[in-house]
């Protein structure tokens, strides 16, 4: 691998001999992979540049040292690559190939970051396109290293960007949302950006019929409401954003561009997500949609919905999507059909072809590259082939200067060659990992997954690397893999900050010796095994988060550990303390890295807040607890982020690295650095992992986020910093090599495991499916595995249950007898009565659980309790906001009043309180109209008022004046129909309330609302003063009906009767403020009472009923009067009805046993019994007269109520149509405004897009005086260099007059001459494969004509071309000149190439001068228009009138419907006017009858007139057509002839002759015409069977023709026999025309021969009798 060439010198370079250089880089394209020229690819990884030779697979590399590379591009005639850093205000860096040195630098002043670069196909142009903030394409000019046009576009983000292949002056930028063709325009020296945005169509192919949005022309014309102005004045926009303004409802969703592609006829294809192929034609930027045409679906179901990427062909183009297959767009006229060319298996992401069009590059979305070389046999060759996601981790196979592995976050396991990078094996995993360690001791290795297992290697054959086993560990992921220096112990961290310690020997299986618990999130684990010792001694570093500080755990690991690991571990398998010697430190700050020194006292830690590097003294002296570490030595870093650090083999190299991306190499003793390298950067996240080999020549890098793996090699290494690491070396490798001879011995030996892994040699032909081994270990990995802790934990588990076995079953049996005491006593309790009865929670025995569980249940319920509280709050807050806003707020509540006996109901005007800004506007409003009468009454003054009046006439005169004040304000009330409403109804005042007529300006019309709002206000106000008066009315009422209602329940039980009685309420809607009080009976729920109210209510009952009790027992009087008399002293007139006569007791004995007295009682009970009967009957009708009287009073009063009600209705509806009429004028007058701001809004924006315009017409008016005056300065060189060169043909004899004339002839003819440049012939294949063909010419290659021209003219100069007898001096001379004379040539040829494209640039600046002179005649226009429309629209007021119901009534219904040219009159006007109309309407009537009748006359007689005219030239007709009658010669012998029948007998008797022998000739001719027939009809079949012969082979024949016209139309070509049959048809087809035309022309000749002979014989004499 050829090395790779430093660009710069790095600016880290110390003055030290040792150096570090790049040996090769291994990264993978992230961006797209480009063609440096027909043989090579490039494309960036990390900070370098990897080029691939395709054919050789070599590679060279480039490094960027200012960072990581940001955009590349190429320019393959010029063989040079182009690639800009990701610094603050980057640069472009241009470079040569192969040569890797730098051509040039170009600094612009973008602030960030490049997003796109792209060449031109022919000149030196390079455009670059940054990102925000300025978002800014730049056309560069990249050989002189400037800006030649730039143009900012803020907010557009662009997703590719390409030249015009045919076109340098066309660039397109397409993003995920437009396309854009950019035109670059030259003149002379100066350049310029037109930008040009593509239409594209909606998501389902069809275009958007956009309108005009400055200049609608389709609005609709509305003659009532006013002018109907764009959606952009409406929405009160007057800037820039007007132009481009869209309601929401107006936007549909477009088409999102992919890719696209130019073609030879500078056309654009473009790829859309949607699936749709689009064609944009490059002169108009027309859009089409190419339609597909669906051939049969392919057999797998395969459907390419949006290609990712295209790439132009003859055609057609090649296009790829995630499928991974690559499809060929045949397109011809409008439509595509879709073939598959290719299938990769892999989804592409970007095609490309070679410059030579012979070979198809084709990269895929992992980053491998596939080349596709055309031929009579294609070939795929895989150039590079990627890997499955970002290095995680990277490592040295021992000893470090062979091979190298790295690991994948999916799991694929590399081997590579540490001499070229080249790849030699793979292993798929699949599965998630982490880590990956290589053995010192063996030829193994170990990785790490997010599972937490180790799986374990064979790499003994780096080129067939072997999965050996597999150790599930725990159940987190494994962070950390490290072997110690001698390769003894194996040790694993986890997430869960556990370090496992595994034998690393594979003859031990890989045994796991024991854990280790510490801290979670270890940041590193460092060992230190040294030669001299026989034990490790383990350093681990984690954090505390909750301090802010690091803690570091040291332990020791000794040799013999494997043989005692029993002891040295407990049974759950974690290494006791007290023989692993551990100890415990602390650092007051925070670390991000710490390793173990080879002195064994002294710690290494690198700062993560701050950038220093640390070293800590360990204490000599054992120590209990935790021990805080000072500094002992502090240097300040020059990298900043997070750093590690790392020792080398030897201990004396402190190597670190940090975010900054550069590896630094210390004197572990004076932490000075002596080496340092820049090899990722910062904006890559730094470096992630970096090993060194056991001699430190190899050292290994890879980035954390740039995807690059990075070898570097010592340039100057030597002296005593590379004598002490390999004299280390040797001593290590001399001690290792019995141990690794064993281990690999072993290795060789042993079989591979079931669940092994399938490698994949590089240089094999590579299949991309998974393999029979990756399948088994899916399989494997799915089985349900237990880790080793848990199983160490499960052994130690059923080991203790085996011990105290006996104890637990005299557990169990106890536990068994509580239980049943336990039933017993539950079953008892269940017998108790309620109060002695417990709960049955009551009898658990476990005390925790139970208090576990009643607090688990009090947290529940204090969560419901402050869940059911936080939405009580909730809708309490919302309940007040509600409250405030419809109720608190109101100054008049609204409510209702309901009628007694009629369903009638009416509402009052809820009203708020009037604000005081409201009510100091209607004041201001109120003194500014009085001003404005008394200004009005003061002009009247000084007209009419005298000058020499005296004061006591003027004392008169004002109180006439103040008399004429009240008749002028009563006369300023406009009458109702005017008024446009009925609110002087409600004594409302609206005698200062403008004409609807007057209100033209804008300060007008708003004073207007405010009065209109102050009179709604007003009667709203006065009606709810008469519903005030009802309510309370209405209240009255109840409280009179309820009062009288007492007095008849009183009658009603006195009568005993069964009626109810009517008690009027009110009801909600009447007491609206009823609903915002919660009753209790409207709770169904019952009510929560806490304990404590609960024992003071009953508290407080018991006290009440103690003290009843004590009052009814000494109550004695009033219970004696209740028992005596019912409880009074004395008989009211209401008990009559309930007295009872009590009956003697003897009536109780039979009549006859009664005695006298007993007899005159009896008599006397009955005179008694009927004077009560009698007061009985008497006072119940009057309780019936009472209560009949009582009810007609309540009814009387609530029907009067009623009719009340009724009358306030009619005021409620009247009311409501007052304020809706008041309503309607203020939206009338709020509509005028709006329209008013609405076209003010619009007469701004014409205003400020008037200036734009203008603007531009300035700029465009300079731009034109710039180009005209630079035009004439270089059409006048163009005049001088062609007058110098006619003067040199001229002046040319001049020059050689001195020489005989043949020769001087001789010269000029040589002088003329000029050489043939024969141009370099394109190979025929590539032309034909090529589609661009020869592009236009560059400045390059003009100069390479010149170039060559210049050759040729050294072949015509040479002195074997000189004439015979010239001197050689002439011939020198003549060559000068002739040569001068060419050059001359060559620059005015120049010249005119310039001047033309001058004369085109200043006829472009005047069509666009033209243009915006269109646009600023148009937007003059506009304004104008604008401007009689808001005048019109002024004058033009809209008022309402109220007209009565049937005053004017049409016929027939003939209803008018627009008013557009109608104006407003008086009636009584047009009905005088119609009367008069009526009047000379009759008159007119009169005098047209009579003109009618004499008409009427005046016609006949023309009549009778006409008719005698037309009689006289019949008859002279008919006189002339008997002289002219035609006499002919049968005629003339009929009445010469005498015997005229006889002669006709004689002609009858030859004509029958004549018949006869006619008609024997006939029959014979039918005879013969019958046996010709029958010799045609023979004839006839046997055509027939010949045609049907000829049918069959027609037929045959025309499949082969159709076939062959199929081929011809495919081939887009036709044979020279269809041309010719062509061309034959037509010639036939043109002479049969002929033929036709002379048939009618002869019909025509012999039709007009016959008109000739007609009128010929017409003009014989007549022969007239005599």
Not at 726 to 743: G, I
Not at 1179 to 1192: I, T, W
Request: with cysteine; aromatic share 8%.
């Amino acid at each position: 691998m050829a090395q790779g060439r430093e660009v710069e010198e790095n600016p880290y370079a110390i003055a030290s001999s040792a150096s570090l250089s790049v040996r090769w880089v291994q990264g993978f394209p992230k961006q797209n992979v480009h063609f440096v020229n027909d043989g090579t690819i490039c494309y960036p990884s990390g900070n370098f540049i990897i080029f691939i030779n395709i054919a050789t697979k070599k590679k060279t590399v480039l490094q960027c040292m200012n960072g990581i590379v940001g955009v590349v591009a190429t320019n393959v005639p010029y063989e040079v690559v182009a690639f800009s850093d990701r610094k603050l205000k980057p640069l472009i860096y241009i470079y040569n190939f192969p040569g890797l040195t730098r051509r040039t630098k170009l600094k612009g002043n973008v602030l960030l970051d490049y997003t796109l670069l792209s060449f031109s196909y022919c000149g030196t142009y390079l455009a670059s396109y940054s990102s925000l903030p300025e978002f800014e394409l730049a056309v560069w000019n990249w050989e002189l290293g400037v800006i030649l046009c730039k143009k900012s576009q803020p907010g557009v983000d662009v997703s590719q960007m390409t030249f015009n292949p045919m076109n340098w002056h066309q660039l397109c930028l397409s993003s995920p949302s437009s396309v854009t063709v950019w035109t670059i325009e030259r003149s002379n020296q100066e350049h310029y950006l037109k930008a040009k945005s593509v239409k594209l169509p909606m998501e389902d192919g069809s275009f958007l019929n956009e309108k005009d949005t400055i200049f609608p022309d389709s609005l609709p014309k509305d003659l009532i409401h006013g002018p109907v102005l764009p959606l952009s004045a409406i929405a009160g926009l007057v800037g820039e954003e007007a132009e481009t303004f869209r309601p929401k409802d107006d936007l549909y969703p477009l088409l999102h561009p992919t890719m696209h592609c130019w073609t030879p006829t500078s056309d654009l294809y473009v790829g859309c997500e949607e699936g749709h192929l689009l064609v944009i034609t490059g002169e108009n930027l027309k859009v089409t949609v190419l339609d597909k045409i669906e051939d049969l679906p392919p057999m797998d179901g395969r459907n390419l919905v949006s290609p990712l990427t295209m790439v132009y062909q003859k055609g057609g183009v090649l296009a790829s999507g995630i499928d991974g297959f690559v499809y060929s767009f045949i397109i011809k006229d409008s439509n595509y059909r879709v073939e598959d060319f290719l299938q990769v298996e892999e989804p592409l992401e970007y095609l490309m072809f070679s410059p030579s069009y012979k070979m198809l590059l084709m990269q895929t979305d992992k980053g491998s590259v596939y080349i596709y070389t055309f031929g009579e046999e294609p070939t795929l060759d895989k150039v590079l082939k990627a890997c499955d996601g970002k290095f995680q981790a990277i490592d040295l196979i021992t000893p470090g200067n062979e091979y190298c592995m790295t690991l994948t976050h999916s799991g694929e396991v590399c081997v590579w060659c540490i001499e070229d990078g080249a790849c030699v094996s793979r292993i798929y995993l699949n599965t998630p990992t982490t880590v990956l360690a290589c053995s010192p001791s063996s030829l193994s290795a170990a990785v790490g997954t997010m599972g937490g297992s180790v799986h374990y290697f064979d790499i003994r054959d780096a080129k067939s690397a072997q999965h050996v086993q597999k150790a599930f560990l725990s159940g987190s992921s494994i962070q950390h893999l490290l072997y110690d220096q001698r390769g003894m112990y194996l040790l694993a961290g986890t997430s869960e900050g556990y370090v496992f310690v595994i034998n690393a020997n594979p003859s031990s299986s890989f045994e796991i010796l024991g854990f280790i618990e510490v801290g979670k999130g270890i940041l590193q684990i460092s060992t230190v095994s040294l030669l001299e010792t026989d034990i490790v001694e383990v350093m681990v570093l984690f954090p505390l988060p909750e301090t802010g500080r690091s803690r570091l755990e040291i332990f020791t690991l000794p040799r013999i550990l494997p043989q005692v690991s029993g002891s040295f571990a407990d049974e759950r398998g974690r290494l006791r303390d007290t023989f692993i010697h551990k100890f415990l430190y602390e650092i007051e700050h925070s670390l991000s890295s710490a390793v173990l020194g080879f002195q064994s006292n002294r710690v290494y830690g690198f700062c993560s807040e701050v950038p220093y590097i640390c070293s800590y003294l360990l204490p000599e002296t054992e120590h209990t607890g935790i021990c805080i570490l000072k500094p002992y030595q502090k240097v300040q870093s020059k990298q900043y982020g997070p750093g590690v650090l790392s020792l080398s083999t030897h201990g004396s190299w402190l190597i670190t690295r940090a975010k900054c991306g550069t590896l630094c190499i210390r004197d572990i003793h004076t932490l000075e650095t002596f080496v340092r390298y820049r090899s990722h950067s910062h904006q890559g996240h730094g470096i992630q992992s970096m090993r060194i080999s056991m001699d430190g020549q190899n050292i290994l890098v890879n980035g954390r986020d740039d995807g690059t793996l990075v070898c570097l090699k010592w340039r100057k290494f030597g002296g005593n910093l590379a004598s002490e690491i390999l004299e280390y070396y040797q001593r290590l490798l001399t001690s290792l090599s019995s141990t690794m001879e064993e281990e690999n011995n072993y290795l060789s030996t042993r079989q591979s495991d079931s669940s092994g892994v399938g490698s994949e040699p590089e240089h094999t032909n590579m299949n991309l499916s998974v393999d029979s081994s990756q399948e088994e270990l899916a399989q494997v990995d799915n089985m349900k595995e237990i880790p080793w802790i848990q199983q160490k934990n499960e052994e130690a588990i059923k080991k203790e249950v085996k011990l105290f076995s006996n104890k637990r079953k005299e557990i169990k049996r106890g536990i068994k007898a509580l239980a049943k005491t336990v039933l017993n006593m539950m079953e008892e309790n269940e017998t108790e009565g309620n109060i002695a009865k417990l709960e049955q929670w009551e009898f658990g025995l476990d005390l925790e659980e139970l208090e576990r569980l009643q607090n688990e249940s009090e947290e529940e319920v204090a969560k419901i309790r402050k869940d059911v509280e936080m939405y009580n709050l909730a809708e309490s807050y919302l309940t007040e906001l509600i409250k405030e806003e419809c109720w608190n707020s109101m100054a008049v509540k609204g409510r209702a009043l309901k009628g007694f006996h009629i369903p009638y109901v009416v509402e009052n005007f809820p009203m708020k309180e009037r604000t005081d800004e409201e009510l100091e506007e209607v004041k201001r409003i109120l003194q500014h109209k009085k001003i404005e009468t008394e200004c009005l009454k003061l002009r009247k003054e000084i007209v009419e008022v005298q000058s020499g009046i005296t004061s006591v006439k003027k004392h008169h005169e004002e109180e006439d004046e103040e008399e004429e004040e009240d008749t002028a304000v009563r006369d300023t009330s406009l009458p109702n129909y005017l008024l446009g409403s009925l609110s002087t109804d409600f004594g409302v005042s609206v005698s200062l309330l403008s004409s609807q007529l007057e209100l033209h300006s804008r300060e007008e019309k708003i004073n207007q609302i405010i009065l209109l709002k102050d009179i709604i206000y007003k009667v709203k106000t006065v009606f709810n003063s008469e519903f005030d008066a009802a309510y309370k009315q209405k209240e009255f009422e109840i409280t009179r009906v309820k009062e009288r209602n007492v007095r008849i329940q009183e009658i009603i039980l006195d009568l005993e009767l069964e009626e109810s009685v009517w008690q009027p309420e009110f009801e909600d809607c009447e007491k609206p403020e009823r609903t915002l009080v919660v009753e209790d009976s409207e709770i169904s729920a019952q009510k929560h009472v806490k304990p404590w109210q609960k024992a003071k209510t009953e508290l407080i009952m018991t006290h009440k009923m103690e003290q009843w009790l004590l009052s009814q027992a000494s109550d004695t009087r009033h219970r004696a009067l209740m028992d005596m008399m019912g409880g009074v002293l004395e008989v009211k007139k209401e008990d009559i009805l309930r007295m009872v006569i009590p009956q003697p007791a003897f009536m109780a004995k039979p009549d006859a046993l009664w005695t006298e007295e007993e007899r005159k009682q009896f008599k006397e009970y009955e005179k008694k019994v009927k004077e009560l009967n009698e007061e009985r009957d008497k006072y119940r009708k009057s309780l019936e007269a009472e209560l009949k009287k009582l009810q007609n009073s309540i009814q009387e009063s609530t029907q009067s109520f009623d009719e009340h009600l009724k009358r306030l209705f009619e005021r409620r509806v009247k009311a409501e149509m007052v304020v809706n009429q008041e309503e309607l004028k203020i939206n009338n007058l709020v509509f005028s405004l709006l329209l008013d701001e609405e076209i003010s809004s619009r007469e701004t924006f014409l205003n400020n897009y008037l200036k734009r315009k203008q603007g531009e017409k300035t700029q465009t008016s300079e731009a034109i005086q710039k180009s005209r005056e630079e035009l004439d300065v270089y059409k006048e060189q163009y005049d001088n260099l062609l007058a110098e060169d006619k003067v040199l043909d001229r002046s040319f004899k001049k020059e050689f007059s001195e020489i005989p004339s043949h020769q001087v002839d001789m010269l000029y003819k040589l002088f003329k001459r000029r050489p043939r440049v024969h141009k370099p012939k394109t190979p025929t294949d590539t032309t034909s494969i090529v589609p661009f063909g020869e592009r236009p010419g560059s400045g390059k290659l003009n100069a390479d004509a010149f170039a060559q021209l210049m050759k040729a003219m050294d072949d015509l100069d040479n002195i074997n071309n000189m004439p015979e007898g010239l001197n050689p001096l002439v011939w020198s001379h003549f060559c000068a000149t002739r040569r001068a004379k060419v050059e001359n040539e060559q620059k005015v040829k120049q010249k005119a190439a310039g001047l033309t494209e001058m004369v085109a640039f200043h006829r472009r600046r005047v069509d666009e001068d033209e243009k915006v002179h269109q646009e600023i005649e148009k937007v003059s226009h506009e304004l104008i228009l604008l401007q009689e429309e808001k005048v019109k629209f002024q004058l033009n007021l809209t008022i309402q009138i109220l007209l009565k119901q049937g005053q004017v009534e049409v016929e027939n219904f003939q209803l008018l419907l627009d008013y557009s040219d109608a104006i407003l009159i008086n009636r009584n006007i047009i009905e005088d006017l119609n009367s008069v109309i009526r009047t000379q309407g009759q008159k007119k009537v009169s005098s047209m009858m009579e003109s009618k009748d004499i008409h009427k006359g005046i016609f006949q007689i023309e009549w009778e007139h006409k008719k005698m005219e037309m009689e006289m030239e019949d008859l002279n007709q008919k006189a002339w057509d008997i002289q002219m009658l035609f006499f002919s010669r049968e005629r003339q012998k009929f009445l010469n002839e005498p015997n005229y029948d006889t002669l006709i007998a004689i002609q009858i008797g030859i004509m029958e002759q004549t018949i006869a022998v006619l008609d024997k000739t006939h029959k014979k001719n039918v005879e013969n015409c019958k046996k010709l027939l029958k010799k045609l009809e023979k004839v006839s079949n046997q055509k027939d069977i010949a045609n049907y012969t000829l049918s069959c082979n027609l037929r045959d024949e025309l499949v082969a023709v159709s076939e062959r016209k199929d081929i011809c139309n495919a081939m887009g070509s036709q044979l020279t026999w269809e041309k010719i049959a062509k061309e034959h048809y037509e010639n036939m087809m043109q002479q049969q025309k002929l033929r036709n035309t002379s048939k009618e022309q002869a019909k025509q000749i012999s039709i007009l021969q016959a008109e000739v002979e007609r009128l010929r014989m017409k003009t014989f004499p007549a022969l007239v009798p005599l």
